[in-house]
């Protein structure tokens, strides 16, 4: 069975700095989709990344980056220039490329903006 | 509608009292998921609907718990005989297929007491 693990439960990072939130995955599949989201005190998940494993290049949405190694089964997100409504929980998702594979989530990681 | 919705934001309910929960997704959206979030974890997939196909009813912890959706509509998930466990965040996303990115509602919170 596929897991998700985050092994940072909290961070704080202060406004402007760069922080990155770290995340491992356990599969044997080798065609799969990794994510990252958001969730704000409004409670819905918002995608903030994704990844394909097929991909090599590293994907990249404005402030935010990934650093996906894949042999490691290791993708962890990069903040740059973090703002205060960065602050939120951060989850970490897997999903195998076939059928009708739902979402696997880890546990999150809560990240506290200092201004 | 402009994005996936839930009702009620939040329910409290006495144990062993049944609760109906909501989810209007994304007009157009042929897939739905429904998801609990208990207190401190992440989302746990509960069961998937895709168009006319049988439901993907794999993450239902027990048989207290089903879901219904007419096509490509509403769809309601009930739990009977609530238990204190059951108290968690429900969320619901949908999407254009299952290849296709998700977009989730803001859940409802259910607490039973």
């Known amino acids: 069975a596929q897991t998700v693990t985050q092994s940072q439960p909290e961070m704080s990072v202060q406004e402007a700095e760069t922080v990155t939130l770290s995340c491992t995955y356990d599969t044997s599949e080798s065609d799969y989709y990794l994510f990252w989201y958001k969730q704000p005190p409004s409670r819905q998940m918002i995608l903030v990344i994704r990844?394909?494993?097929?991909?090599?290049q590293n994907a990249t949405e404005n402030r935010f980056s990934v650093n996906f190694q894949k042999a490691a089964k290791s993708f962890s997100l990069k903040i740059s220039d973090s703002q205060l409504g960065d602050a939120a929980m951060y989850f970490c998702?897997?999903?195998?490329?076939?059928?009708?594979?739902?979402?696997?989530f880890g546990k999150g990681t809560r990240l506290s903006v200092i201004a | 509608g402009a994005g996936v919705s839930q009702s009620p934001s939040n329910k409290v309910t006495e144990k062993g009292k049944d609760v109906e929960l909501r989810c209007d997704p994304i007009?157009?959206?042929?897939?739905l998921y429904w998801y609990r979030q208990r207190l401190g974890q992440g989302l746990e997939f509960l069961i998937y609907f895709q168009g006319n196909s049988a439901p993907d009813k794999s993450g239902l912890p027990s048989d207290r718990f089903s879901a219904e959706r007419t096509g490509e509509s509403v769809s309601t998930l009930t739990i009977q005989r609530t238990q204190q466990e059951d108290s968690a965040v429900y969320l619901c996303a949908s999407s254009f297929s299952r290849d296709r990115g998700r977009t989730f509602g803001s859940g409802t919170r259910l607490t039973v007491v």
């Open positions: 007009s157009g959206h042929t897939a």
């Open positions: 990844q394909e494993a097929y991909k090599q």
């Open positions: 998702a897997y999903r195998f490329n076939s059928g009708n594979t739902p979402l696997v």
